[in-house]
């Protein structure tokens, strides 16, 4: 399992309203989790299920907070929007947890090491990092993911299940 140096997580209402916004926003168009056993892993990680796999909370955390309305993300939002009249409102918080989602990929080697939950990470980190959409990046990764042991479960597409 990737154990990167555990970093510090936001307070339990940002990553619960991160995570929430993450399956109410993105998962319906990029339906790459199990919404109810990814939330028990990630409120009870010390629970039957395991800890959730840590590339994938860092790619949700920075979907989430891509379109969160959070009180904190739209401070950040705000503040660093000071001057900028009429462009697009930004945020340094968002930034940041995109590219500690890519760090903590590299560390865990989701790029390097073939596995279900890493097809899932880089699907998941090629959209959020301004990829192509879905539908014209993901056929290599899927073809690449074929040769993989699935013993473990699927992967749910937008046209069904890839097996």
Not at 2 to 16: D, F, G, I, K, V
Not at 18 to 27: A, G, R
Not at 124 to 140: A, D, I, Q, R
Request: aromatic fraction near 6%; charge should be negative.
């Amino acid at each position: 399992m990737c154990e990167p140096n555990r970093p510090q997580l936001p307070t339990h209402s940002l990553a619960s309203d991160l995570v929430e916004t993450y399956f109410q926003i993105v998962h319906i168009r990029l339906p790459l989790l199990d919404p109810g056993l990814f939330r028990r892993k990630f409120h009870n990680p010390d629970g039957p299920d395991g800890p959730p796999f840590l590339p994938i909370v860092a790619c949700v955390l920075a979907w989430g907070a891509k379109f969160s309305e959070h009180s904190v993300i739209h401070r950040d939002r705000d503040e660093c929007s000071i001057g900028l009249l009429g462009e697009r409102r930004r945020s340094r918080l968002i930034q940041m947890v995109a590219v500690r989602a890519q760090q903590v990929a590299e560390i865990c080697k989701v790029y390097r090491v073939p596995s279900l939950e890493n097809v899932q990470a880089c699907l998941m980190l090629n959209v959020l990092e301004g990829g192509e959409s879905w539908h014209t990046t993901s056929f290599g990764v899927l073809t690449e993911a074929d040769s993989l042991d699935n013993s473990s479960g699927n992967i749910n597409v937008p046209n069904g299940t890839f097996r």
